[in-house]
Nanobody
Framework: QVQLVESGGGLVQAGGSLRLSCAASGRTFSIYGMGWFRQAPGNDREFVAA????????YYADSVKGRFTISRDNAKNTVSLQMNSLKPEDTAVYYC?????????????????WGQGTQVTVSS
C-alpha cells in the first residue's frame, strides 16, 4: 500500500501562484509514475500533469501548459506542482496519484493510489 498526502492548497487571486506538494509513504519503492489531477464542482476528475520516475518524460494538460510545472524528489518521495499565472478556472480540488510503472495515463482509472485532495481556489 501507498499513502499520499497533499498540501499547499489555498485561496489566491488570479495571476498569483501556489505550490502543491504530495508526500508518499508506505511501499514507496513501488512508485514510478506520479501525477496530478483536479476536480471542479460538477465536473469529472481531469488530468493536469504527470512525470516518470526519472523525470525524463513529463506531460501536461493543454489548459495548464506553460503555467504549471511538475517535479519530484525521489529521495523524499514527493511530487510537487508549481502553479503560476493562476486563473479562476483553475479552481478545483487537486489530487496526486501514483502508479507502479512509467505508463503516464491521462485517464483516472489506470492510477493505483490517490491522495485525499487539497482545495485550490482562485478568485477573480
Amino acid at each position: 500500500q501507498v499513502q499520499l498526502v497533499e498540501s499547499g492548497g489555498g485561496l489566491v487571486q488570479a495571476g498569483g501562484s501556489l505550490r502543491l506538494s504530495c508526500a508518499a509513504s508506505g511501499r514507496t519503492f513501488s512508485i514510478y509514475g506520479m501525477g496530478w489531477f483536479r476536480q471542479a464542482p460538477g465536473n469529472d476528475r481531469e488530468f493536469v500533469a504527470a512525470l516518470t520516475r526519472s523525470g525524463g518524460r513529463r506531460y501536461y494538460a493543454d489548459s495548464v501548459k506553460g503555467r504549471f510545472t511538475i517535479s519530484r524528489d525521489n529521495a523524499k518521495n514527493t511530487v510537487s506542482l508549481q502553479m503560476n499565472s493562476l486563473k479562476p478556472e483553475d479552481t478545483a480540488v487537486y489530487y496526486c496519484a501514483v502508479r507502479g510503472d512509467d505508463y503516464l495515463s491521462r485517464l483516472v482509472a489506470p492510477w493505483d493510489y490517490w491522495g485525499q485532495g487539497t482545495q485550490v481556489t482562485v478568485s477573480s
